[in-house]
């Protein structure tokens, strides 16, 4: 794990403990998951207790929270928003929807 410090992802919960993702520079708070082969663009997050495994992409300004699972090769991508109790897997493409 990078450098933990505080991070408001505006969700309400105020700032939490959080780090950059070291693929890709995005936040990650320090209660979800990313698989270190996955990628987590500079603007885009990761929060609550989501997870991201395998070759996933989170970039633009999209975000997983809730507890949320992307598996496989899911890119989602500009404004999407992945949260609740969502599954997305085998190589699904989400631009800018927003799946619970």
């Known amino acids: 794990m990078t450098d933990t410090t505080l991070f408001d992802f505006r969700d309400g ?19 979800a998951y990313v698989a270190p082969s996955a990628r987590v663009t500079r603007n ?4 609550g207790f989501a997870k991201v495994f395998d070759s996933c992409v989170v970039s633009g300004r999209a975000k997983v ?11 989602l991508c ?23």
């Not at 500009?78 to 619970?100: M, Q, R, S, T």
């Open 13 to 31: 919960n105020g700032p939490v403990p959080a780090h950059r993702h070291a693929n890709g520079g995005g936040w990650v708070a320090d209660t």
């Open 44 to 47: 885009a997050s990761v929060y």
């Open 65 to 75: 929270c809730g507890r949320a699972r992307l598996l496989d090769s899911v890119e």
């Open 78 to 100: 500009k404004d999407a928003i992945i949260c609740d109790n969502a599954l997305l897997c085998d190589a699904v493409k989400v631009f800018g929807a927003n799946v619970h």
